[in-house]
């Protein structure tokens, strides 16, 4: 506006008043002066002759009726104008608007109606940006057709804006649309897909806006988390899948809100909309009500229906396919979650629970031990001396277990949901994806803390993706094509980004002190003030305090430090984790299994401080934001700019200032400019031509391509206003395309019409031909259908004249057949009657003749018996007559004896020989019938086995068959994989073969030669590359093995380019050109701020150097500068810096590493000595070996040290050339020598001197920057790594080879080549699958060796990889983790059989179908090849490796089950089952598979009761009795068992199925393998016995594999019978004893209390172990261990016999402080007790019996430095006091003249003379005590005893334990160190536990030096081995050095937990909680036997 033109009074202006456009009107104008009052109300008058354009301009009519859609119309192009549109666009409900394709949405907070309906979804479909008003659906559908135009390009739309502008909503109507896009796609109709999948990423929402938002100050639907939607599309555009990918759930929002904001929403819905019975089930009351909700205030809010959210949750969840059973288990997670919220703690000793029903609530829900749970709230457990004890916490460290429990759990459940949400929804495969971020949005509340540092960290780097694509790559397109152009500045935020990523920026910083144990937020602020303060972008408050403050690109940002750090580590300590592992509900045993699993293994194997790191949640979040930008670059993107237009979430309001704001730091009014001005639409000639040749006819030439294109334009907009021409495309604005695509469009429809009319035609006139046939076939059809049917009718009629002729003639045949029958029936009859009478005649002849044969053989026979009969009697009668000869009648008479004889021995034979015949009859028949039973059980077995061999066969076939499938398929990818390589490797040597001739001609054949010998070396590798790829296996390592060269690193000179000069840069991080030292080496690109000619630079602190005093003592940090041999320090890094001083090492003295502070070195020069301290430990090692090496080195060796000058850690900035995407010649008329690089996130612009230098510059990055892809693959992390060779190690020593390799991760494999280049030769590959594992090697690995490894272990093989950088060992092992958990679970036979097994348990005929099926779940007796379940990769400690031998899980399966084929046949089987149970113990994973393989081997057995299958059991026993499986095998095993008792009763088989599954119920946590005596107990079924000794008694007990300590001495108590002092006592009957009774370890001379808990027979296995190590017996004691109430116990009861025999036992060991004569009347006392009356005969053998020796022995060394030389007695203190007894006069009398020195000499320790001193004393003390015992003649035992107590109870230190400590200098209370008369020396001290306090005694005084009662100590605990710590309150922490830690600790527990019993009821609250413990948690008691 020129001067002096006013427009008239009402008109519409834009006024630039308080730094902004505001939109106003002329009010008045008077006296030279005009009056504008603005929108806001403000009015302000301004001269008239001050008026210019730059204050005032006039507002179009476009701008006054808010009607431009497109902000790039705008006539005016101002922020005034800009807002005025939005708001005038706000105010009529049309909150959308477009800047070109770019969406910008202002929150109406309010629905507007129609706004988001069915039909307007239905109006947007298929429409062009700009056909319509904007809208966001329109925006969905470019995206959603974009991936047609692209050919399957990926899509990408990011959501961005405050929190509070309606990121969350745009996102579901997105979705929305889409999933209506989907439905209704082309080639899927309405039923035709699984519309189920759009309805499942619908109803995703309400679930995770339930769980993941929260109302906020300015948001009541405020995304606690971000989220990236993922949505998959088929070729036909219908969603096949989805994934939810989300980032940073806020957990601490679950235990504490800001005021006016409340939790998350579904705790009050879950309290809002949960019936009554779910209530009570859950013990929910009122929100009001639970800590965790209730803090901020803000419990229920206008806005929010929490009860009908709720039911939309529901339904949600249902629709997702959540059971009713994972519903229930959620809710009572959360409502845990409020219960653990009530718990509270009070301070007794420590924090105590002081409110039990929340405890007991929250242990019901939560389904663990409510003791348990209390412990491990209150008390941290650590390892010592092969024991855990514990330390209870503060009330505020408390609090916050309590807090990380609630967090954690929380955390959990949400990471369970996205799980089951993305298993629901996840698709097999997809053509093309379209993503959605919806992140959470930039937050600067009152109080910033790490949540709002990680939020704001990932919206610059959002926002840093939107400005290069929107303006960087742009501008950047339009000068590389010579495009007409002004450049137009914008908001560069990469310093910054810089600040926050870069080396040593803010992430750094905070990982390193999250490392350090010491680190605090104080230390960490400290750090980003010192390091940070000169950086502009970073803020420090004025006044000092905890808080630092950021420039963000939205503002500035000052965050509060506080818990930082403890967030960052995200601890959850392992006491809670082990008490969530033990919870008795599933769902909570899932969601916590695998890192408890490991937690509790490595705690228990003291391994706890060794075990990996876990990455600190900022770098896990830093890699998940890396991941995100690299998917998101190889997306196309469309922008969503959402405006929040109030901080009141107000409907129609509207607030200016808070708008711009916005507008400005999004760059809107640069994105309108350049959405104005700039050419959005690029084409290339080719695909411009092609897609718009129907527009105008084109010669078939593409010589004239380019005109063709102009011609084309012309046609469209013949101004070029809308248009321009590069050099190989077609740039367009967004109005022009879319004109374009209207004619496109429109001419395509018109040719479609033509050609549709003249189909439709040909289609008519093929209807009319069909209809005209049709027609005449009806009519011939008809005609036909009528003379058939007349044809029919008569053929009918004919039919029924012949079916009665028929029938007539067949009656009379049938007549006549009958006759024919009758007759022939009649004959056969006659014939039978004929031959019967022939049969009967024939009979009757055969019976005559029979009888004639009959009676003439009996005639015959009664002749032949009558001439028997006439022959006997003659023989009679000859016998009669007189014989001449005597011998002969004898003889005759033998001889008839004899015949008579053997005739009797025929009949009998005869007879045996019948009874023979028929037994032999009989058995064959049976043996027949048995042979006929066997060999059908034979048949049956056969076909059985025929079966299951045929099922067998089938499988295998089918196994090889898919293996040979495989094999082939794999072959097939080897041969084109080695096919493409051998192509590459052909295009290279032919590439270098041309290099070769180009050398020959320049650099000669020297040269050459040098080449040609390095191709061959290649060419060999190429060859063996081939040889091993065509192998069976995957994983593939062909990396040279020969440690060749003696150096670390073995590289060819071809893979890593070396370059160096200096470039002027601008981008990225620098903003303006400024000139760096840029350094390409080792594939890395590094600009420093000056050139790096140096062995190593560094900022180090140095002390002194000034003139004065304090500039003498102050430190001061200086850049430190190495060359060659000299140190020289500068002002700052600046090339040019001012030099301050320098320093010679060579001629230094020494270099010493023990400086005045921590990460200090000192030089020791002639002059004087320099103090210089590091940032990091790391730091100083590093610059100590520099200065050492160059200390000592040589010449040569300095020479050497001088070629590595690059360092990356001290560079400006660095770039990995392998990341960059492309390298290009910009054409810049006035910087000519002008080339750019393009990353993923930056753009970077350099200038070089010469033209050569540029060339050669692109010549080396493009060189080796490789391809994005893999084989294929897209990858995920790449980088150079070093690789182990030769034999793996997993170190770093002086005989390890290092090789520099190029590494290479994508979603399937970890590849690795020789170098970066895209035809580089592969060198291995190893395949990745869910098994495998990363592990990351401690700290210690890089103090000692300078590099940081990690290892991959794959299924052959592992690498070995170091690097430098710790931030590249965290990027690579969490890209590795998220590729290995991405994959599918590997799930074998076996566990997909379990599962099957656990489905149809209902069903026996299923289950023995499946039994019968699989031969892999029955006994073999083959050996394993493969185990039955997963097993993870390489996850075996290496320690065990080394001391046991261990190879890997797989194969220690393998020999596992080899012995349980061996178990049969093995002589010593307890060894082999320890051993195996040993395995198990020390490799956890391997329980599973034990208990499957032993499953296995005990099912189908032919012989159940056979002693292989006995055997089998015995171990199966024995794992039950040691290990308990994880929850799926155990469900399997208890199947299996219950199986075998139902089938096989009365077995032993089933005898020890019931054993086992008793067993299981009772099994805890075992420390120790079993011992030798508990094995042969199990392998017996049967209790084991051991021996509890007692004062002068045992008793043997049977005990049980999980019998526990406090059982034990519970059931002592109660039965135990003793003899003591020869009388028996009827019975203890101690339930309501004094004091407390426990077992104790006794052995090596000292006792260990055993905590209650601990199983007895671990006890046991232990003293069996120490017996075989140390080669010491240890029993187990019963005795008191704490005296409650000491003084009023009966004098009658076994219990005061026990305080009796126990306070002797503290007397003779000298912990009872007393005169001379005191002990000697309680030695008499004793003596009195034990023998009696005092008789002649009576001596005391042993006086140690009963007196204290020790203090004998004291007294005796006392009186001899008493009777020292006067040289000595100056040494002793002048306090001490003399005392003359017998041994004194004697010890002087001894000595005589000169007997001092013969003293001296002799008296070391006790030498014989002090040895017969000592003699001489205890003879003097023993009569002095039998003294003293005739005195009490007459006493009864009795008497005796209370006489002795009473002198014992005299003490008022009795009824504490005294422990002997020494105190620790400086760290003990003034008043107890001021009674000490050495202080500065540690001092022996009691330190004495009682039931009420504790107190501190001088060893052998009676007083005490102080006392302390539970309640003013705040905690106590062992900080580190041996060192015993007390804190008391309003004292000084108290530190004793003791080997009795553990001791001490738990008797203070033990008094503790007693006391906090009495003033707290347990009883009611754990009463009601143990109704809900399950019923198997009772253990079984032991039974007592009397020894």
Known sequence: MPPGSVPCVGCRVQLWHQGQWQPASVDTEQDDHVTYTTDAGQSVTYPLSALNHDLVQPMQDDNMAGSVEDMANLSDLNEGSILENIRLRYVGNRIYTYIGHILCAVNPYKPIEDLYSRGCIQAYKKKHIGDLPPHIFAIANECYYAMWKAGGENQCILISGESGAGKTESTKFILQFLSEMSQVSVGSGEGSTDTSVEQAILQSSPIMEAFGNAKTVYNNNSSRFGKFIQLQFNEKGSITGGRIQDYLLEKNRVVGQNPDERNYHIFYSLIAGSTPDIKEVLCLTEASEFHYLNQSGCINDSTINDQEDFSKVLHAMRVMNFSEKDILDVWCLLASILHVGNIKFVTTAGAQVADKQALSNAASLLRVDMLGLAEALTQRSIFLRGELISTPLEVNEAADSRDSLAMNLYKACFRWIITKINSRIYGNGHYSSIGVLDIFGFENFQTNRFEQFNINYANEKLQEYFNKHIFSLEQLEYNREGIVWTDIDWVDNGECLDLVERKLGILDLLDEESRFPKGTDNTFVDKLHGGHKENAFFLKPKVASRMFGIKHYAGEVYYDTQGFLDKNRDTFRDDILNILQESRSDFIYELFDTDAYANRTSLKSGTATRQRKKPTVSSQFKESLRSLMTTLSAANPFFVRCIKPNSQKLPDTFDPELVLSQLRYSGMLETVRIRRAGYPVRRTFDDFCYRYRVLVRLSSSDEDIKSHCSGVLQLVDDTGKEWQLGKTKVFLRERLECELEKRREAELHRVATIIQAGFKGHQARRQFHRAKQSIVVIQKNYKAHFWR?????????????????????????????????????????????????????????????????????????????????????????????????????????????????????????????????????????????????????????EEAKQRALEEEKRFEEFAKKKAKEDAKRMEQEAMSRLRAEAEQERRRQEAQRKWNRTLSTKKGEEKRESVDSMLSESDGTQERSSLDESGDELDMDLDDESPSSPKRHSLLPEVTPYFHAYLMMKGGVMNTWKRRWCVLKDDTLMWYRGKQASIKSGWLAKKGGGTGTLSRRSWKTRWFVLRGTTLSYHENDEEGAKQLGSIDVKSCKEILDNGLKENALSIVTEARTYHLVAETPEEASQWYNVLTSVYSATDEELREMQDEQANPKNAA??????????????????????????????????????????????????????????????????????????????????????????????????????????????????????????????????????????????????????????????????????????????????????????????????????????????????????????????????????????????????????????????????????????????????????????????????????????????????????????????????????????????????????????????????????????????????????????????????????????????????EMKLKVVQRLVRGMNLEETHNTFALFERGAGQDKAIDGKAIVADILAKFEKLKEEEETDWKLFFRLFCFMDPRNVPTNSLEYDFMFEQAHEDVIHNRFPSSEETLQYLAAYRLQYKEGDFSKSGWINDLGQVYPMERLRRRVKSTKENIAPVSDKTERPATTKRKSNFLEGTLRRSFGKGGHKKAR?????????????????????????????????????????????????????????????????????????????????????????????????????????????????????????????????DKEPMMFETSQVVEIAKLMKAYINSLVKKRYSWRTSYHSYRKSVDSDDILLSPTVTQS
């Not at 004919?798 to 067949?810: G, N």
């Not at 007459?1834 to 422990?1859: I, N, P």
């Not at 039931?1891 to 102080?1906: H, N, T």
């Open 1213 to 1614: 900035g660095t770039l990995d050339v392998a990341l960059i995407d492309s390298v290009y010649a910009s054409d810049n008329e006035s910087k000519p020598h002008q080339f750019v690089i393009i990353t993923a996130n930056r753009v970077f612009t350099c200038c070089s001197d010469t033209a050569e230098e540029m060339h050669h510059w692109i010549s080396c990055l493009q060189r080796s920057k490789g391809d994005v892809h893999s084989g294929g693959q897209d990858f995920i992390t790449r980088g150079w790594l070093s690789k182990e060779t030769g034999k793996p190690t997993g170190t770093v020593n002086k005989s390890t080879t290092l090789k520099k390799r190029w590494f290479v991760l994508t979603a399937h494999s970890l590849d690795y080549y020789k170098s970066s280049d895209t035809n580089s030769q592969k060198l291995g590959t190893l395949i990745l699958d869910s098994l495998c594992r990363v592990v990351q090697a401690d700290a210690e690995m890089y103090e000692q060796t300078g590099y940081y490894m990690f290892t991959i272990h794959g299924r052959r093989r592992s690498f070995h990889l170091f690097t430098k950088l710790h931030t590249e060992v965290q990027q690579w092992v969490q890209s590795l983790q998220e590729v290995i958990d991405s994959k599918v679970p590997i799930v074998t036979p076996t566990q997909q059989l379990i599962t099957d097994l656990r489905d149809a348990s209902m069903n026996s005929e299923a289950v023995d179908q499946i039994y019968q099926r699989n031969p892999i779940l029955r006994h073999t007796p083959h050996p394993l090849k493969t185990p039955l379940l997963p097993l993870p990769y390489g996850d075996v400690n290496a320690n065990l490796q080394k001391e046991k031998g261990y190879t890997n899980l797989q194969e220690e399966a393998v020999k596992i089950f080899n012995s349980l084929l061996q178990i049969e046949t093995a002589a010593d089987q307890i060894s082999i089952v320890q051993n195996i149970l040993e395995t198990c113990h020390d490799l956890k994973y391997l329980k599973d598979e034990v208990y499957c393989q032993l499953i296995k081997q005990t099912m189908g057995v032919a012989d159940v009761d056979s002693i292989g299958n006995l055997r089998v059991w015995q171990i199966m026993a024995c794992m039950c009795c040691a290990f308990q499986p994880t929850r799926n095998v155990i469900r399997y095993l208890k199947f299996h068992l219950k199986r075998c008792k139902e089938k096989f009763p009365s077995t032993e088989m089933a005898k020890f199925a019931a054993f086992c599954g008793d067993s299981l119920r009772r099994c805890k946590g075992r420390e120790y393998v079993p011992s030798r005596d508990e094995v042969i107990a199990i392998l017996g079924r049967r209790d084991m016995y051991t021996t509890v000794h007692c004062y002068g008694s045992s008793c043997r007990i049977s005990i049980n594999s999980s019998t526990t300590a406090s059982e034990v001495v519970k059931h002592l108590i109660q």
């Open 1801 to 1929: 000499q002799q008296v070391l320790g006790e030498d014989a003379q002090l040895i017969h001193l000592l003699k001489e004393e205890e003879s003097s003390t023993t009569s002095a005590v039998i003294a003293k015992w005739k005195m009490l003649k007459g006493l009864t035992k009795e008497e005796a005893q209370q006489r002795y107590m009473r002198a014992v109870m005299d003490w008022s230190g009795y009824g504490a334990t005294l422990f002997d400590v020494e105190c620790i200098p400086g760290k003990i209370p003034r008043d107890v160190l001021s009674a000490c008369k050495d202080r500065q020396h540690p001092v022996d001290l009691w330190l004495a536990v009682s039931v009420d306090e504790i107190a501190l005694y001088k060893r052998g005084e009676e007083r005490p030096l102080a006392s302390y009662a539970y309640d003013s100590i705040l905690s106590f605990g062992a900080p580190v081995p041996n060192t015993y710590k007390i804190v008391v309150e």
């Open 789 to 941: 049917k007349a044809f029919v009718q008569v053929r009918q009629a004919t039919v029924t004249l012949q079916k009665f002729e028929r029938s007539r003639r067949a009656r009379h045949l049938l007549q006549r057949l009958r006759e024919e029958k009758r007759q022939e029936e009649e004959r056969q009859h006659q014939l039978r009657e004929e031959e019967r009478r022939q049969r009967e005649e024939e009979e009757k002849v055969k019976e005559e003749e029979e009888r004639r044969l009959l009676e003439q053989k009996t005639i015959e026979e009664k002749a032949k018996f009558e001439e028997k009969r006439q022959e006997e009697k003659r023989l009679e009668e000859e016998r009669k007559k007189p014989c001449i000869c005597p011998m002969c009648g004898s003889r005759r008479e033998m001889e008839k004896q004899e015949e008579i004889r053997q005739q009797e021995q025929k009949v009998k034979e005869k007879q045996e020989l019948r009874k023979l015949l028929e037994d032999w009859a009989k058995a064959k028949q049976e043996l027949a019938m048995l042979r006929a039973q066997q060999a059908e059980e034979a048949r049956l077995a």
